[in-house]
């Protein structure tokens, strides 16, 4: 079993939709939980960060994490053709200036 | 800030010859990492550094691949010999290093490359 798990798409949605994106993992040791934007040709950037469990709300972003079933989830409220990009989770045992593992990341598309 | 700046954007070269990837991390940054991204395998790290140490090499593939980090705003990652299955894209980040663990990580555009 990997060691982060999240499913690939592609999932495309109209705008305006809402966008559940999300990971698996098997490692009870990480406590830090990210999700990074990928747009098509570019480095990832951090979208999101979570320590341990617990909501955290930024706009049209929310990061869900439940570390007692080792899921985390990306909602995506009223989504725009702009968030079009690959999502990717990351998860440390030890914070962001430490080793992160990623997940293969999803690519999402949003139809005007 | 110019954010991480890497060289060469693209890179195009044949079987067994060497290849030498650069990196500029962010000025005042501690922490420089070197990913591989590629369609079968994801995002994997290969080898971070902390203050121009290497911290954790358990990532990089083979003895044919090889990082150093002369000073705290240089870096490279060698590749000798290359094999078509070294294609891939290759990410430099940088992160400033805190206690708090609230850390990022900032990543450059990429190298592309394509052993043939």
């Known amino acids: 079993q990997k060691e982060v798990e999240q499913d690939p798409g592609p999932l495309s949605v109209p705008e305006g939709a809402i966008v559940s994106l999300n990971c698996t993992y098997s490692?009870?040791?990480?406590?830090?939980f990210m999700w990074y934007r990928q747009y098509s040709r570019k480095g990832p950037e951090l979208l999101m960060y979570?320590?341990?469990?617990g909501n955290k709300e930024d706009g049209r972003f929310t990061a869900q994490v439940d570390k007692s079933s080792k899921y985390i989830s990306l909602f995506i409220r009223d989504s725009q053709p702009s968030d079009s990009a690959t999502y990717l989770c990351?998860?440390?045992?030890?914070?962001?200036?430490?080793?992160?593992?990623f997940g293969k990341g999803t690519k999402l598309t949003v139809n005007p | 800030d110019a954010g991480v700046i890497q060289s060469p954007r693209h890179e195009v070269t044949e079987m067994g010859q060497e290849v030498t990837l650069r990196c500029k991390p962010i000025?005042?940054?501690?922490?420089l990492f070197w990913y591989r991204q590629t369609m079968m395998r994801g995002l994997e790290l290969l080898i971070y550094?902390?203050?121009?140490?290497?911290?954790?090499d358990s990532g990089m593939p083979e003895d044919r691949f090889s990082a150093k980090m002369p000073n705290a705003s240089f870096s490279t990652l060698k590749i000798q010999p290359s094999e078509p299955r070294d294609s891939a894209v290759y990410f430099c980040?940088?992160?400033?290093?805190?206690?708090?663990?609230?850390?990022?990580?900032?990543f450059g555009p990429g190298t592309r490359l394509t052993v043939l």
């Open positions: 980040a940088s992160s400033l290093g805190t206690s708090l663990g609230a850390d990022t990580q900032y």
């Open positions: 979570t320590y341990s469990s």
């Open positions: 000025s005042g940054h501690d922490y």
């Open positions: 990351a998860m440390s045992s030890q914070g962001g200036s430490e080793k992160l593992v």
């Open positions: 490692n009870s040791a990480f406590q830090y």
């Open positions: 550094f902390n203050n121009n140490v290497p911290i954790d």
